[in-house]
């Protein structure tokens, strides 16, 4: 899981470095759920073209099965939930992270505003 993050990359180290000494963690919590929000409404506004995309990325083989098979378990631990083992394909886990994604959103929103 950690090498798609791009806190990993060694050309990210200074902005990660300035990010941690500038922002205390309920700033960076805000500026996550903030973040999720926007891909969500990004991916909504354009669901047929990245319905599209996903399909044809799960048809094709981008990864090897190894890194796949990686991925999927470590999101699995990461984010508690076994819908991810059942992804075959790195086109699947993106389908299936933002469908995570957009369920945390809706709890967060039903949470903020309960009527």
């Given amino acids: ?9 060694k050309e990210n180290l200074p902005l ?5 000494r500038q922002l205390d963690i309920k700033t960076s919590y805000q ?3 903030e973040e999720r929000s926007l ?15 996903l399909d044809a990325m799960e048809q ?11 991925l999927r378990q470590a ?8 819908s991810y083992l059942r992804c075959e394909s790195m086109g699947a886990l993106v389908r299936q992270n933002l469908s995570h994604i957009r369920s ?3 709890q967060r929103q039903s949470r903020e505003d309960p009527g």
């Fill in 31 to 33: 500026y996550q759920r």
């Fill in 60 to 70: 094709d083989l981008i990864a090897p099965e190894e890194n796949v098979v990686s």
């Fill in 1 to 9: 899981r950690t090498f798609y993050l791009p806190q990993f990359f």
């Fill in 39 to 53: 891909i969500i409404q990004r991916a909504d506004s354009s669901e047929g073209r990245i319905n599209q995309l």
């Fill in 75 to 82: 999101l699995a631990e990461h984010f508690q939930s076994d």
């Fill in 16 to 20: 990660v470095d300035f990010c941690t």
């Fill in 104 to 106: 945390e959103d809706r």
